[in-house]
Each structure stands twice: as C-alpha cells, then as structure tokens.
C-alpha cells in the first residue's frame, strides 16, 4: 500500500484545528491526528508522577515510560496512557497548563514525530490529516497540503471559553494567551512558512472553514497531481 497523503495543519490555540481538522478528515474520509494529544497526555502523565514539567531532565525521565495510543477514526476519538482512557483528562486546565513545559524538551519532540511519523504510515488510510504546531514545518514538511489555520487572538480565547465552564472567560483567555507565548518560542505557528496556505477563521463560521481548508486540499492535490504528471 502506498504511504497515506498527508495534510499537514498547524495553528495558534483555538484557531479550530482539532475541530474543523476532524470534520474535514470525515468529509475525505482520511484519518485524523491530533498531535497535541500526545504533549498532553505526557504531561498527564507526568503530572502523575508528581513531576514538574518545568524541569525537563525529568520530563525526559518520566517519557520513558510513557505507553501513549491515539485513535485516527474522526469518529471515535480517543486517547489513552497505558489502561487509563485520558481522552477528557488531557483537557483539563492543570494539564493545558503543564503541557508547554513538556513540549520545550528537544529529545521529547523528536521522539513524538516518530511516533506520529509510524502512526501516519501505519493508519491503513488513503490519508491523515495531521495537526499541531510543527506539522507543515518539521513533522511533514514535504506534505503536498499545508495549512495555517489562524484566528484573531480575541476570537481564539472567545471560542475557547466558551468550551470551559470550569473557569471563567478572562482566566481561559488569559491562560491560553501565556501557553501560545511560551510555545512560540519553541516553534514559529504565527507566521506560515513558504508554500503554507493560511486560513484566516476570524470571520469564517465552522461550515466556511471546513469549507476553505476542504478547498485547499482540493487545490493542493490537483497543483500535487500536475506536478507529478510533468
Ligand atoms: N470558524 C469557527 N467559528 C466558530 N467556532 C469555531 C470555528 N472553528 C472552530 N470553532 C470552535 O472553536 C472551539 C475551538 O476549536 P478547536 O478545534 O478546539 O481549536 P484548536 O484545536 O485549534 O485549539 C471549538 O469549540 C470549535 O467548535
Ligand atoms: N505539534 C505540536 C502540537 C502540540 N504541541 C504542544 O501541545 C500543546 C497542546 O496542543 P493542542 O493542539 O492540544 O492545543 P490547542 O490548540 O487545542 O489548545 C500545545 O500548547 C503545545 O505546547 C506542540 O508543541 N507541537
């Protein structure tokens, strides 16, 4: 079986990738990775263990026994650390707060892209949509799709609150904009790299921005396929 295509999708916190990337993956019936899933549930399962995901020698201790699965069925989505389903635990507002901690350390990252790297080859699918931060820039640079989803900053926090009712909306908005902070520092998902198409959502609804990164892929693959006949 040939290696599935891929379309790589990077974006700020709550510019609606794991949202609009599922429901374009069901349209294209292509598999769907959330890659973020997997620097959350480290942290998880770091937090587990009583470790502070600040200090990066134990993070990197704690990883080596990390049994992580992620399902690539946009319509079963599930995530799991060893027995334990983590699917609705990884969103909790300790765990947001870790996860940039664990995502900092170099050795942690390049051991999730392999994972990710096998995933995607082993998913059995015609093809995967990945998203993340370093998607369309490290994990699958050479993707024949890549995408920025973007969002004005105001717009992001006022979606995001609206998902947690555990805590108000300045908190989750505040929250949100110091993780984006100290991830950016990590890896540049504000500005597209070159062939990356950005997807500005700040005034799209869901459907249009299904609908604008369904025409990309769309797009991408027919450029794709001209390339390859000539
Ligand atoms: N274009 C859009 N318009 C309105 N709401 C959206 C849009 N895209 C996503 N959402 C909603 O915003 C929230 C955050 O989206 P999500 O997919 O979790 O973002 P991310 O994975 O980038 O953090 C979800 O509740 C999602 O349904
Ligand atoms: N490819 C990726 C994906 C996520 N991450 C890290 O994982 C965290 C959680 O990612 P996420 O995609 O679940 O976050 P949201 O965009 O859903 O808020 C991010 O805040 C990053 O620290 C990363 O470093 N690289």
Redesign the pocket.
């Known amino acids: 079986m040939t290696d599935p295509v891929i379309v790589a999708i990077d974006?700020?916190?709550?510019?609606?990738?794991?949202?609009?990337s599922k429901q374009a993956a069901r349209a294209l019936g292509f598999g769907y990775l959330d890659t973020?899933a997997a620097y959350r549930a480290l942290a998880w399962h770091a937090l587990e263990h009583g470790i502070d995901t600040s200090d990066a020698a134990s993070v990197l201790d704690v990883s080596g026994d990390f049994d992580f699965a992620i399902s690539l069925d946009p319509d079963a989505y599930t995530v799991r650390v060893g027995a334990a389903d983590v699917t609705e635990a990884i969103r909790e507002p300790r765990v947001a707060e870790a996860v940039s901690g664990v995502a900092r350390v170099p050795a942690v990252r390049e051991s999730v892209n392999a994972l990710f790297r096998a995933l995607v080859a082993g998913s059995g699918r015609r093809g995967v949509i990945v998203?993340g931060r370093d998607i369309t820039t490290v994990v699958a640079p050479d993707a024949p799709v890549r995408i920025l989803?973007t969002?004005a900053p105001e717009v992001r926090a006022a979606?995001?609150s609206?998902?947690v009712s555990t805590q108000d909306a300045a908190s989750v908005a505040a929250a949100m904009h110091k993780r984006d902070a100290s991830d950016s520092s990590v890896v540049d998902f504000l500005t597209a790299a070159p062939g990356v198409t950005v997807v500005d959502?700040t005034d799209?609804?869901?459907e249009?921005?299904v609908e604008a990164v369904l025409d990309v892929v769309r797009t991408g693959r027919r450029t794709q396929v001209g390339a390859d006949h000539g």
Do not use: I, N, Y
Not at 11 to 20: E, Y
């Open positions: 974006g700020p916190a709550g510019s609606g990738k794991s949202s609009v973020g998203e989803l969002a979606r995001r609206a998902e959502s799209l609804d869901f249009q921005t």
